[in-house]
């Protein structure tokens, strides 16, 4: 079995922030598992969505490479646990919204892909 590296994370977290950018749901797949979930606070409200209702969103959503929204993205934190288990803390803007999102990531079948994310929104940008 391979140890994970950080490449090998970094790599994967570069594919998560591509799909938050181009909202390209063609490469959904390559970023998160099927049976992951989403879970944030909107409005006060527990929103929770299943992979495919994620989906959506992003088919849905006003690409903000489409709109020239300035691309802001970092990693905080990287805790890989286990060759195959990696908790990744990310910061992405998206259009005007920033959130800090907790991304648990498994590698199977060779591949990192994410199996939950949990969002906060940390701020509207000016």
């Given at each position: 079995?391979?140890?994970?590296?950080?490449?090998?994370?970094?790599?994967?977290v570069?594919?998560?922030?591509?799909?938050?950018?181009?909202?390209?749901?063609?490469?959904?797949?390559?970023?998160?598992?099927?049976?992951?979930?989403?879970?944030?606070?909107?409005?006060?409200?527990?929103?929770?969505?299943?992979?495919s209702?994620?989906?959506?969103?992003?088919?849905?959503?006003?690409?903000?490479?489409?709109?020239?929204?300035?691309?802001?993205?970092?990693?905080?934190?990287?805790?890989?646990?286990?060759?195959?288990?990696?908790?990744?803390?990310?910061?992405?803007?998206?259009?005007?919204?920033?959130?800090?999102?907790?991304?648990?990531?498994?590698?199977?079948?060779?591949?990192?892909?994410?199996?939950?994310?949990?969002?906060?929104?940390?701020?509207?940008?000016?």
């Open positions: 079995m391979t140890t994970a590296t950080p490449a090998d994370l970094e790599s994967a570069r594919r998560y922030f591509d799909l938050m950018y181009d909202c390209d749901v063609q490469h959904f797949d390559e970023v998160f598992h099927p049976t992951a979930q989403l879970h944030g606070m909107i409005g006060g409200q527990l929103t929770v969505w299943p992979n209702a994620y989906r959506e969103v992003l088919a849905n959503r006003i690409p903000p490479c489409a709109a020239r929204a300035p691309r802001e993205e970092e990693i905080l934190l990287v805790d890989a646990v286990g060759d195959d288990q990696a908790l990744v803390k990310v910061r992405v803007r998206i259009h005007d919204k920033v959130f800090v999102d907790h991304l648990s990531l498994l590698r199977t079948g060779g591949s990192w892909r994410i199996t939950a994310k949990t969002f906060h929104l940390e701020r509207v940008a000016s």
